[in-house]
């Protein structure tokens, strides 16, 4: 049993693994000659989004959680999903579809600037920026620990993005800029998506199926109505789809949502972790075979220092949760006085106020520490 749950990880994991190395390619292999995409970036999202929502709606329709006897499963889901949802629900899912399409969009961009290698080892060194946006916005905080491996991660990205011969950087600062931008808006959409999460009972798939209907609309909006910087004015919305790379950006970006699910489901984050590495280290190897990345035993001492600090952080958060547990212990011992403790506190009250204030303080102060940790535990989990 123990031998199959670890086979169901490594399966997991080498499904991410394929997946997101074929994403981070095919992105940049798709692109023109000339510049820019031969399909229209919006038109490929729009369909990749219509297959996500009919994949979500089906596996609502054989939830066997809303059928009951003698009626039809159309029937009863649809009410079902009529029930959990309402209009601020819908409103509030409608925002992260928002905050996706446009950082949909500017990852298309990024990678008319980048190699898919800097692209994905930048998503694993970033997370100071999105630890700074999570403690700005959603009150989220770290330990110091943590705080080191995330320093230890931008160092690393420096040492892989610094040219010494240049003497600056690899690419250009709209490059790195829209970079961050993308870090803040995946940062700001996690936050969207805890608080959908806390705030409204709806069943995941109900809530993916709005999200990705969302996505339908936003998109094929934005075809019509918003300039895409990505493609070319006069392409059309099913024009291009003749190239089988731009059909397996539509296919690699309907499926990448669900082997994500699929890690948390029969993995877990640090199995994500993992994958996310070998893909970063994958893609920097493609990079400099086939997208002409310049790369040096600096460059890879740089992905190494990256890598490990990813770990550094998995083990940071790792200790603060386990630290969870063992405090909540010595404070639910500590309520537990055995019998005559009361009266004995009593008759010795009067020469131990400063002792008794000290005490108080101390207990405050624990239940802060608890606090502080399952933040923490809540970070990693989302991570």
């Known amino acids: 049993m123990a031998e199959s749950s670890q086979r169901t990880k490594l399966l997991a994991g ?3 693994v394929c997946v997101s190395t074929s994403v981070g390619v095919l992105y940049k292999a798709s692109q023109a000659a000339t510049g820019g995409f031969k399909y229209s970036t919006m038109s490929a999202i729009c369909i990749a989004e219509i297959v996500k929502c009919a994949m979500s709606m089906g596996f609502h329709i054989l939830d066997s959680s809303h059928q009951r006897v003698g009626a039809s499963r159309l029937v009863t889901a649809f009410t079902s999903a009529k029930d959990q949802l309402c209009v601020r629900s ?7 579809a928002l905050l996706y399409m446009v950082n949909n969009q500017l990852s ?9 290698g800097t692209v994905f080892l930048f998503k694993a060194a ?3 920026i999105t630890a700074i946006v999570q403690c700005a916005f959603a009150g989220k905080t770290f330990s110091l620990d943590q705080w080191k491996a995330m320093m ?3 160092c690393g990205m420096i040492i892989v993005q610094y040219d010494p011969c240049k003497g600056g950087a690899v690419y250009s600062p709209l490059a790195y800029g829209c970079l961050c931008i993308s870090t ?17 009972t709806v069943a995941l798939n109900v809530q993916n199926a709005v999200l990705y209907s969302g996505g339908v609309f936003l998109n094929l909006a934005a075809f019509h109505f918003v300039p895409n910087p990505n493609s070319n004015a006069d392409v059309g919305f099913f024009d291009g789809y003749d190239n089988a790379l731009a059909i397996g950006v539509v296919a690699s970006n309907a499926l990448i949502g669900l082997v994500i699910t699929a890690v948390y489901k029969y993995a877990d984050a640090v199995v994500k972790c993992i994958a996310s590495d070998i893909t970063a280290v994958l893609l920097i190897i493609i990079s400099a075979v086939f997208f002409h990345l310049r790369t040096t035993l600096t460059t890879f001492c740089g992905v190494f220092v990256v890598v490990f600090a990813v770990h550094l952080y998995i083990d940071a958060s790792k200790a603060a949760s386990a630290s969870t547990p063992a405090k909540e212990t010595a404070t ?6 055995p019998p005559g403790t009361e009266m004995i506190g009593k008759a010795k009250q009067n020469g131990h106020d400063h002792q008794g204030a000290t005490a108080k303080d101390n207990d405050a102060s624990c239940s802060g520490e608890e606090s502080e940790s399952q933040q923490e535990t809540s970070s990693l989990v989302k991570r």
């Open 184 to 200: 803040v808006i995946t940062a700001i959409s996690a936050a969207r998506n805890e608080y959908l999460v806390k705030s409204y």
């Open 332 to 337: 639910a011992a500590g309520s537990k006085a």
């Open 90 to 96: 819908v409103i509030q899912i409608y925002v992260l």
């Open 126 to 128: 970033s997370t100071m």
């Open 108 to 116: 298309f961009f990024v990678y008319m600037l980048v190699d898919p």
């Open 152 to 154: 230890l991660q931008a």
């Open 14 to 16: 080498a499904g991410m």
